[in-house]
């Protein structure tokens, strides 16, 4: 990555407050909305959303 995040574990390429990938921008990201994010970032946040639907309790 060529950022610095205080909330970045370089050990584990990891998001220490979300505790999931560093994908720069996603929801709960403190750059989301505070930065411009590039097509293959959009792309990777897209592609959470389905992921994140079919987790959520009592959805089938």
């Known amino acids: 990555m060529s950022f610095s995040c205080?909330?970045?574990d370089y050990n584990d390429d990891q998001c220490l407050m979300?505790?999931?990938d560093c994908i720069?921008?996603?929801p709960g990201c403190v750059l989301e909305g505070r930065v411009a994010l590039s097509e293959?970032?959009?792309e990777r946040i897209k592609e959470l959303e389905p992921k994140k639907a079919s987790?959520?309790?009592g959805k089938k």
Request: proline share 13%.
């Open 40 to 42: 293959a970032l959009i």
């Open 6 to 8: 205080k909330n970045y």
């Open 55 to 57: 987790t959520k309790p």
């Open 18 to 20: 979300l505790k999931q």
């Open 24 to 26: 720069p921008g996603r």
